[in-house]
């Protein structure tokens, strides 16, 4: 349906309550989104809904205006489940910014933070609990958090609380919850697992989806270099020399993320790392100094492809390319945010043809190959040159030959002599 309204979109005219407008001038939120045009009415009027859309187009916003909104008028509490503790700060944090004026009291419920403080914000009588399904679980086993009063429920990422194992934990939450309650979900990709799950404990969910499943961000720049796995360090050193703002580097282990981030600090980049190895502490550390500008590279696993909101950043960088072709989506949301334009690079190794195949399917897209600059010949970090004693010194040479890669040919590998 066209809208009878002519002229761009606004906040006004979506029920959005006067008071709530005045927050959102302050914000200076003055457009919005595709999916906060079109969810915003659909979750005010308390109708069940399910959003699909591409990661960085303010599903937060979304479904925390309504929330707030709603709660002043069924006088019950709201429940955000979510994939990541990061995640759920920030999306805490966004609460906050809408309801500060109007006493909002939340509870954030994350592994890795003191479970004493949790108790004294459940104590208080939150108007909002954001959680994780783990940590939340952990306060219905011990009596401290009762969701008896909750009147919204809010699935955000749900396809990556699956992919994470959250499963039974959530299906736990849901049984625990009243059966009159509005429920949204809210995610960048659809499977049939959340298909299931709607079905399951919604009620006539409307559906909004502003891209199709799996879409990029229109503003990102794609570029793939097929790179033998010996050369991707020295190639990063070269892309790093090259772009002068904040890289997002991705890995696909937390011990790969560790070691990459020692390289990278060695040639003299300022670097933290963010993956569940670190602790609370150390990993908001990390992101608020990657916001700050304190740290121009942040190296991490998938743990961080949902849970980074930060606007500016040049270049995300796959140094190993994602389990999941769904991830990929995910990863490159964290580029081109807010209507900027950003960079999606990947490395490739010769051999995954078949996971670049499955990404350019999910996307819709062919990702060009760029050129492999020229690198230099050498040992590679941590083994000795020829010649060198010691334990662990080998000499390296290229193995003879050339494979293709959709026709294209690339330096065979290096070798141990």
Do not use: C
């Amino acid at each position: 349906m066209q809208s009878p309204v002519s002229g761009p979109p606004s906040f006004y005219g979506l029920g959005i309550a006067p008071r709530l407008l005045e927050v959102l001038d302050r914000l200076r939120f003055t457009v919005p989104t595709p999916i906060q045009q079109r969810s915003i009415p659909i979750a005010i009027e308390g109708k069940d809904m399910i959003g699909v859309a591409q990661t960085g187009t303010g599903k937060t916003l979304a479904f925390g205006l309504p929330m707030v909104q709603r709660l002043a008028a069924v006088k019950g509490r709201g429940l955000v489940l979510l994939p990541t503790r990061e995640l759920a700060i920030q999306v805490d944090e966004t609460l906050h910014q809408l309801g500060r004026s109007f006493g909002l009291r939340t509870a954030v419920l994350i592994g890795g933070a003191s479970m004493h403080l949790q108790i004294q914000q459940l104590k208080a009588k939150p108007h909002i609990i954001v959680a994780t399904p783990g940590r939340l679980n952990d306060h219905l086993q011990q009596g401290t958090a009762h969701l008896d009063q909750v009147k919204i429920l809010v699935l955000d990422e749900a396809d990556r609380m699956l992919d994470m194992g959250f499963a039974p934990q959530i299906n736990r939450i849901i049984g625990k919850l009243p059966s009159d309650r509005q429920t949204l979900l809210f995610s960048a990709t659809m499977p049939r697992e959340i298909v299931a799950i709607a079905k399951r404990t919604m009620r006539l969910p409307l559906r909004v989806e502003v891209a199709p499943s799996g879409t990029t961000v229109e503003q990102v720049e794609h570029e793939l270099f097929i790179v033998p796995k010996p050369d991707k360090a020295r190639l990063l050193e070269k892309l790093l020399a090259e772009y002068r703002g904040s890289i997002l580097v991705f890995t696909r282990t937390k011990f790969g993320a560790k070691k990459l981030t020692r390289q990278v600090k060695g040639w003299g980049h300022t670097v933290a790392e963010l993956h569940s190895n670190r602790s609370l502490s150390q990993r908001r550390a990390a992101l608020e100094g990657f916001k700050s500008g304190a740290y121009r590279v942040l190296i991490a696993t998938d743990i961080a492809a949902r849970g980074i909101d930060v606007t500016g950043i040049e270049v995300v960088l796959n140094y190993d390319l994602p389990t999941q072709a769904e991830d990929y989506v995910h990863r490159i949301g964290r580029t081109a945010r807010a209507g900027r334009r950003g960079k999606a690079v990947s490395f490739a190794q010769p051999e995954q043809q078949r996971d670049i195949h499955n990404i350019e399917r999910l996307i819709r897209l062919k990702i060009p190959v760029g050129r492999l600059p020229e690198l230099p010949v050498g040992p590679l970090p941590g083994f000795a040159r020829r010649g060198e004693s010691g334990h662990g010194a080998h000499a390296w040479r290229r193995s003879p030959g050339a494979r293709q890669f959709r026709g294209r040919r690339y330096p065979g590998r290096f070798r141990r002599r």
